[in-house]
């Protein structure tokens, strides 16, 4: 049963942009704390942007200023923007919800979401 839908992944070439989106199917966006995790080859999955509550949010070093994580509420959809984009973004994307309460521990840590999407791939090139 899928959980969350993610879908917007893609090619795209050094300093261009994709837009990522994902859909619960069982619950509202806004009810929970919701992420975007990455994982490239032979790496950690790692938290690359979150938000909770009314308007909390995190951002990796690496993509501050370039990604933008935000919620479509009347659509009960997550997105990520992604501009600038470098080879080094190049990774499986997943989608992940928690309970808002967890992230006010740790919006980082994987072991506190308990939805997770599908992954989708994102490749950059030079």
């Known amino acids: 049963q899928v959980e969350l839908e993610e879908s917007g992944g893609g090619s795209v070439l050094a300093g261009g942009s994709l837009r990522l989106s994902c859909k619960p199917f069982e619950f509202i966006v806004s009810s929970r704390c919701m992420a975007w995790f990455r994982q490239a080859p032979a790496q950690e999955r790692e938290a690359v942007a979150v938000?909770?509550?009314?308007?909390?949010?995190f951002y990796a070093e690496s993509v501050k200023g370039r990604f933008a994580i935000s919620r479509d509420n009347p659509e009960n959809i997550l997105y990520l923007q992604m501009n600038n984009l470098k080879p080094d973004d190049t990774a499986i994307y997943y989608c992940a919800a928690a309970p808002s309460w967890k992230c006010d521990e740790s919006p980082l840590f994987a072991g506190h979401y308990n939805y997770w999407g599908q992954g989708t791939q994102v490749t950059v090139s030079s």
């Open positions: 938000i909770w509550s009314v308007e909390n949010t």
